[in-house]
């Protein structure tokens, strides 16, 4: 099978095929900033890495039977004639539908932040399935009337899939577009039953540096007074997505606290809370969900009160597993800071969920 991957990160892709043991080459791969195209190369053996789309050649690449790519989310203009690329183009969505068009890939799949659906009060979105099945394609299964005249004739299926639902305990939504040359009826996973919980994915004996100083327990309480979000008492299930600022203590940060190596619970720390009473601030029981990863990550908990020196970020290895990938992985990756380790598992896509969307998608594929 030969696979090809734009904005490739780390390479989910190419490592869901690992642990799904099916055989495959990695015709290309691209990845425009420099510490995730070093860990790329550590991981995986693509024949091609490039570092920018938008100066490829397309045609010089052979056909593939996969293209996956985990575009940015950017508004088009809806001015003009409404032509297909016209409309697309200047972003770099443009620069994934003219290598569709170029290459033909019988299968491919993107990926976005669920954000995109009202992007520009939704204009994005359409524009986007709109340029991909307009020409012959169809949308979730239906016929579609044609808006722009060069569509590129996919037929095409979308769902926001999260990634608690396939076996990482990550509230993690995002949408996924899947698009077949050939016309086939196509389903997506189904959710299931989650398993792990977050302290199923947390290390022991954690290295100081993960710890916040007393001057960071100080600047977490006085940011929470202007944290916005729900409060969530031990009892919840699920977390709310949050951000991965990593080296920043902010409000939008969550973070863990440890009685001696035992954990508590995990969210942001409320100004003023107890168990019975929540205030402003997050705050997840340990047997439930962890927030959403992004590109500036850290974790964690909160006691009664808090206590000195006893309040972590995930580390980069938790990070890591909250995305999919296996410890073995992790550690081929050398020479880089903990801040391009958080990010990269930030902007990753999780294996899980690429696992189990090419499972359906090659449901009857011989390995």
Not at 120 to 131: E, H, P, R, S, Y
Request: glycine letters at 8%; proline letters at 3%; charged letters at 25%.
């Amino acid at each position: 099978m030969k696979v090809g991957t734009d904005f490739s990160g780390i390479g989910a892709p190419e490592m869901a095929f690992k642990y799904l043991g099916i055989d495959f080459e990695s015709v290309f791969a691209c990845e425009i900033d420099k510490y995730a195209r070093q860990s790329f190369q550590q991981l995986h053996k693509p024949n091609t890495l490039y570092n920018d789309i938008t100066t490829r050649n397309h045609k010089e690449l052979e056909q593939l039977d996969l293209y996956v790519a985990g575009f940015p989310c950017q508004a088009f203009s809806m001015a003009g004639k409404r032509k297909g690329f016209e409309e697309a183009r200047g972003t770099l969505f443009f620069n994934v539908a003219e290598f569709i068009q170029i290459n033909q890939p019988k299968v491919f799949v993107l990926e976005n932040v669920k954000g995109l659906l009202s992007h520009d009060k939704g204009n994005t979105f359409q524009t986007i399935v709109d340029i991909l099945s307009n020409g012959g394609g169809t949308q979730n299964g239906q016929i579609s009337l044609d808006v722009f005249e060069d569509g590129l004739g996919y037929h095409i299926y979308w769902q926001v899939l999260n990634t608690k639902d396939y076996g990482i305990p990550q509230n993690r939504e995002r949408i996924f577009i899947v698009g077949f040359k050939d016309f086939r009826e196509f389903s997506f996973p189904k959710p299931m039953k989650l398993k792990l919980r977050l302290g199923d994915m947390l290390q022991d004996n954690i290295n100081r540096k993960y710890f916040l100083t007393d001057k960071g327990i100080e600047n977490l309480n006085k940011n929470q007074e202007f944290n916005k979000f729900n409060p969530l008492n031990k009892k919840s299930e699920y977390a709310a997505c949050v951000t991965a600022r990593c080296n920043k203590v902010s409000n939008d940060n969550n973070f863990i606290e440890v009685d001696d190596i035992k954990l508590k619970q995990i969210g942001n720390i409320a100004k003023k809370s107890s168990w019975d009473n929540p205030q402003s601030g997050r705050i997840y029981d340990v047997n439930g969900l962890s927030p959403c990863l992004n590109t500036m990550q850290g974790g964690g908990l909160e006691p009664k009160t808090l206590i000195k020196n006893k309040i972590r970020r995930l580390t980069p290895l938790e990070c890591w597993r909250l995305q999919g990938f296996k410890d073995d992985d992790f550690f081929k990756v050398k020479g880089l800071s903990d801040t391009q380790l958080y990010k990269q598992a930030g902007n990753s896509i999780t294996v899980n969920v690429l696992m189990e969307l090419f499972k359906k998608i090659y449901a009857n594929y011989n390995k």
